[in-house]
Structures are given as structure tokens and as C-alpha cells.
């Protein structure tokens, strides 16, 4: 997990975002998970996939995208998505970031924390925001 001794700028921590996103994208689950401080991936998989989905049944028609359990097995679907716009709380403590489906936003957002610990400075989440 990266730790920081110090209060990191936004832009180091956007930096370990976008690691993190290429780490999933590639399929290196388990290389993303090392990154932040969470638990493990799969609910953010499975909510990347719904907002996925549900971006590609509208351009397919409802009903024609694969299996329910699919994505499991394959996550080349992972490569149509990107980030999009980076948003920073007040505080400074907090973000989210956008995310795109085949050039187009969905309706889920990345959030993630900048937390202090006996060490340093760590990056937690991301939590999944609809």
C-alpha cells in the first residue's frame, strides 16, 4: 500500500488513482488491491460491470449483453472503461472520479479517502458511488 509521510499533494494521490484503475483495466486484481487501503475488490468490479452493462444495453437494447456471471470469467470489459473527471472535497481529504463506458460518463463514481495512520498517509477505498 503506498503511505506517504506527509499530507500528499492531490496530484500524487491522482496518480496512485489512475495506478490503481490501469491495475484493474489489465485484469492485476490483486496488484490494484496493494495499492489502497481497502477490503477486497469485488464489489467494485461488480459495480463497475452494472454501470458497464448498463451503458452497453443502451446502445445494444435491453437484454442482449452476456451472461449475468460473464464478467467473471472475462474482464476484457474492463477495457472499455476510463476515468473521467477528478473531484475533490473541501477538506482535501476526499475525492471521486468519474468514470466513462466507451467514451460515454456512467452513472458511478469512485470515491476514495486520504487518511492519516501511525505510518504515514494511505489511500483508502474506493467506495462506489451511484
Do not use: N
Not at 496488484?31 to 461488480?46: K, N, S
Not at 451472461?67 to 470469467?73: F, G, L, N, T
Not at 472475462?74 to 473541501?90: Q, V
Not at 463506458?101 to 479517502?113: Q, S
Amino acid at each position: 500500500m503506498k503511505t506517504w509521510t506527509e499530507l500528499p499533494a492531490e496530484t500524487d494521490v491522482e496518480a496512485v488513482v489512475r495506478r490503481y484503475f490501469g491495475l484493474l483495466r489489465s485484469g492485476r486484481i490483486s496488484e490494484a488491491e496493494q495499492l489502497v487501503d481497502h477490503a477486497p475488490v469485488r464489489h467494485v468490479l461488480t459495480s463497475l460491470w452494472a454501470g458497464a452493462r448498463e451503458t452497453g444495453a443502451e446502445e445494444a437494447g435491453a437484454g442482449r449483453g452476456p451472461a449475468a456471471d460473464a464478467w467473471e470469467r472475462d474482464l476484457s470489459w474492463l477495457g472499455e472503461l476510463d476515468l473521467g473527471d477528478f473531484s475533490w472535497g473541501p477538506t482535501g481529504s476526499h475525492l471521486y472520479v468519474e468514470l466513462t463506458c466507451r467514451g460515454r460518463r456512467i452513472e458511478l463514481a469512485l470515491g476514495f479517502w486520504v487518511r492519516p495512520t501511525d505510518t504515514g498517509w494511505v489511500l483508502t477505498g474506493p467506495s462506489t458511488l451511484w
